[in-house]
C-alpha cells in the first residue's frame, strides 16, 4: 500500500487498499461529519473538508433546495451520504447530493445503493489538485447529472454510454445553467446572504 498526501488539499490517497479495510474505515468514521472516502478498485482517497470547500458546496446545495422549491420539483437531498458496491469495488460520499423528482419513490427511507437508484444530482467541489477522478466512480452507478466546482467556475455534465459530457445547461434543473450557476456563487461573495438569496428567488420567478 503506498500512500500520497497532499497537506494543502487535506487529501490522502492510498493504493492498494482492501474493501475490508474500506469498509472498516468507514466505520470508524461514520460520526465525523468532515470527512470524505472515494474509493476505486483499491484506490481510496481520504478527504477532510475546509471552509474553503465547504463554503461553495453549501451554496450550491441551498441554490438547488431554493430552485427546487421555487419550481414546484419535488426533492430529496442526500447531503454526503455514502454509496458503495461491492461487485462493483466502487463507493463515494457526495458533497452533496439528491433525489429529483423521485424523491416520492424513496419516501424517507434507508437509501440501499444495491437496489434502490442512484441520486438524480451530485454536486463535486475539487478547489485542490485533484487526484482520485470520481466520475468513473459515478458512471458505474449510473448518477444521470454531477456539478463540479472547481475554485472558479461551475460545470454541468449529463452521463452518455458510461462517460460523462459537458453541458449548458442542468436536466434536473431547467433552465438553470452552468454560467448562471457560476455567477451566484460569484455574487454570493459580495452579498449577504438574506440579499443573496432573494436574487436567487426572484431569478426563478422570472423564469416561469
Not at 30 to 38: H, I, K, N
Not at 50 to 76: G, K, M, Y
Request: charged fraction near 25%; proline fraction near 6%; charge should be negative.
Amino acid at each position: 500500500m503506498s500512500t500520497d498526501l497532499s497537506a494543502a488539499a487535506h487529501k490522502v490517497l492510498l493504493t492498494g487498499v482492501s474493501w475490508v479495510t474500506y469498509e472498516r474505515l468507514l466505520a470508524e468514521h461514520q460520526d465525523r461529519t468532515g470527512t470524505r472516502f472515494a474509493y476505486d478498485e483499491g484506490d481510496l482517497e481520504i478527504m477532510v473538508v475546509s471552509t474553503q470547500h465547504e463554503n461553495p458546496n453549501r451554496l450550491l446545495d441551498l441554490l438547488v433546495e431554493t430552485l427546487a422549491e421555487e419550481f414546484d420539483i419535488d426533492l430529496c437531498p442526500l447531503g454526503s451520504t455514502t454509496f458503495k458496491r461491492v461487485e462493483l469495488l466502487k463507493g463515494f460520499e457526495p458533497d452533496s447530493a439528491f433525489y429529483i423528482g423521485r424523491a416520492g419513490a424513496i419516501g424517507g427511507k434507508e437509501v440501499d445503493p444495491a437496489v434502490d437508484p442512484p441520486p438524480d444530482l451530485t454536486i463535486e467541489v475539487d478547489v485542490s489538485s485533484p487526484s482520485l477522478d470520481r466520475f468513473p466512480i459515478f458512471a458505474a452507478f449510473g448518477v444521470p447529472e454531477v456539478w463540479r466546482y472547481d475554485g472558479s467556475r461551475v460545470a454541468f455534465f449529463r452521463l452518455e454510454r458510461g462517460r460523462y459530457v459537458e453541458i449548458e445547461a442542468s436536466m434536473a434543473l431547467p433552465p438553470l445553467t452552468a454560467a448562471m450557476a457560476t455567477r451566484f456563487l460569484e455574487e454570493s461573495h459580495n452579498s449577504r446572504s438574506t440579499q443573496w438569496l432573494r436574487r436567487v428567488r426572484q431569478w426563478a420567478r422570472n423564469q416561469r
